[in-house]
Nanobody, 115 residues
Framework: QGRLVESGGGLVQTGGSLRLSCVGS????????MAWYRQAPGKERVLVAH???????NYADSVRGRFTISRDNANKAVYLQMNSLKPDDTATYYC?????????WGQGTQVTVSS
């Protein structure tokens, strides 16, 4: 698995939606558990959700019921559908494996939720 490239962030009002995309590479992408993380200003990077090779998912309590993680192995992509966004969701969002591999961190994509 090589570097991961995130996209889809932006500025949205409270209650709005965004869909983040992450595209990877490598022959073993479909076998990896993939995850979304986020880092708010002044805070540590934390796990948001992960999805394994058979599409079983797990979510942080703070996003469960609002966010949905999915994957498309044919296109080596992972998605994060974010609904009912709140100002507390403002952060830079990153994808990586779970557990993460330091070599795979990309630039992330910024999500800003205005109140």
């Amino acid at each position: 698995q090589g570097r991961l490239v995130e996209s889809g962030g932006g500025l949205v009002q409270t209650g709005g939606s965004l869909r983040l995309s992450c595209v990877g590479s490598g022959d073993y992408f479909s076998r990896l558990t993939m995850a979304w993380y986020r880092q708010a200003p002044g805070k540590e990077r934390v796990l948001v959700a992960h999805i394994n090779h058979v599409a079983a998912t797990n979510y942080a309590d703070s996003v469960r019921g609002r966010f949905t993680i999915s994957r498309d192995n044919a296109n080596k992509a992972v998605y994060l559908q974010m609904n009912s966004l709140k100002p507390d969701d403002t952060a830079t969002y990153y994808c990586n494996t779970w557990p993460y591999n330091r070599q795979y961190w990309g630039q992330g994509t910024q999500v800003t939720v205005s109140s």
